[in-house]
């Protein structure tokens, strides 16, 4: 059933929000301004989460983040920064994380309550720009960005923290588009007149009306950054010309090497006693920093100090004396006075990671890359922005859009819209499933021969299936169909192990390189063919997630699965 709106949420590390719009109006989408409340008036708010003593939602966003500043030490929980923990991790259902505290909480309940709180305050939101008209979330087709680096299990990891918050059902899931951070940001920006971005002389003609136009979009969050190639097709399609890139140093890294100046400047036992007992102005002071360090002016900055660091430092020693030697930086007037110079520095190692993993593409044959586009809340830093200018302003052009921050959200609303709007992807890994077939002695090893029960078939098992190759370009509804029967004429289920493996080809599931990544099962209740049965596969590697479909042709009974990543 068609839907009324689409609702996309952007989960960041640093800072989350959504976008929305009615299916009848594609045109006008919207977006909340958050923190008004608390003097603040921003697009999208902090992505951390406060419970109560007992473990029970308390707050998200600015509300947690004023709320934990208030109560300074307490029992409360406060989490922020944690999208980090799926990046690059062993991800299972029961994976735990912990608070500023170092008291550990499950994983899936602090994203799975985040989400939640994200989908009330949009229902609210809608309800607000109807009159109040009350919409569930059955109404919306719910669409929630992942970065495209990211490992499958962590992108199945937030299908089931979305399930679990509420913003769909099991039964209803097809309802939940899983869309990648930097393909969202690119169907935003490619339909974007050249006043939509922060660049002068820029053509006339948008980019989706060139087709042929390559460009690059990196989207630089607080955590990752986010990097895909894409070309322009007829008719406003995007066809992905290099498998996604990135890596983990966005604006969050700058944001660690100011705190680890602090750090060395107060001396690591008074810091660590500090942050201990009052994370509140800490997470305050961090706050600051990350909106300083977007300043668009090329000057120093001033991040204010606040009552018990100064108070604790001062009992040891003045505190002009902790940055007599601490070069850019000093003490002013009741602030932390940062040289702009040093701020570079703070930007630096981030910066050449992205210049590296852009350059790598650029020396990719056949790839010809027009534009440069930067997306994300730490694309808004001017030091950042020169950077990319100084490396590769004479090779292309580089843009950002109005309002980097909402790119992402943005995109994923006309994503929700038309979800094969990105015609085709390169896929990043060699894909395939564990199969048997008759024995051959010419070709297969004497070790995987079997017989099945009845002795009246030889087969070799373990044989890899290979379904997609790394580096090949696979369409958006391109699904491989494949009929299997049963080795034993009694057999009631069939089971399907999926694996993966960098080299583009191999022969059996247990080559060196190759790893499993989940199995599903179908059943065969009626046997009464014997082996004279058959089960139709199918399966598409286009999409966001690895779908596959079974359907035992005997009892008629059709199956669909997302394969399941995660480790028990």
Known sequence: MTTSWVIAIDFGTAYSGYCFCARSNPSDIRSPRWGESDGVKSLKTPTCILFDEDGEFMDFGYEALMEYKRMGQNNKSFFNH??????????NRNMMISDSYGKPMGAMKVFSESLRYLKEHALNMISEHTCGTTFSASDVTWVLTVPAIWNPAAKQFMREAAIEGGLVT????????????????????????????????LDKEILEKKPGTQYIVVDCGGGTVDI???????????KELHKASGNDMG????????????????GADFWDIYEKKHPSEVQ????????????????DVYIPCHYNLSTLAQKKQDMCRFFWDVQ????????????????????RESVDKIVQDIRAILHTPEIHIDYILLVGGYASCRILQDEMEKQFGSQCRIMCPVDAQLAVAKGAVLYGLNPK??????????????????????????????????????YCEDLFHRFVQKGQSVLCDQAEELIFIPVNSDQTAMTFQFYSTEKPDAMYVDDSGMKEMGQFQVNMPDISKGRNREVKFEISF?????????????????KSVRLDFMTE
């Open 82 to 91: 944690f999208k980090m923990q799926l990046y690059n991790k062993n991800i």
């Open 170 to 201: 099991e039964t209803d899931s097809s309802k939940l588009i899983i869309a990648l951070e930097p393909e969202a940001a690119s169907v935003w920006c490619k339909q974007l007149p050249s006043d939509g971005f922060i660049s002068e002389g």
């Open 228 to 238: 895909t190639v894409h070309q322009v097709l007829d008719g406003g399609l995007l």
């Open 542 to 558: 286009g999409l966001t997630e690895i779908q596959a479909t079974a359907t035992d042709m005997t009892s008629n009974e059709r």
């Open 421 to 458: 709007i990105v015609a085709s992807r390169v896929s990043a890994l060699t894909y395939g499933i564990a199969t048997a077939c008759q024995f051959d002695p010419a070709i297969h090893k004497v070790e995987k021969r079997r017989e099945n029960q009845t002795k009246d078939y030889v």
């Open 251 to 266: 604006g969050g890294t700058v944001d660690a090497k100011f705190k680890n100046l602090l750090r060395d400047t107060f």
């Open 284 to 299: 305050r002071m961090m706050f600051d920093f990350t909106t300083f360090k977007c300043t668009k002016n090329k000057k």
């Open 328 to 347: 850019g930086v000093s003490w002013s007037d009741g602030s932390i006075k940062i040289s702009f110079l040093k701020l570079k520095e703070f930007f």
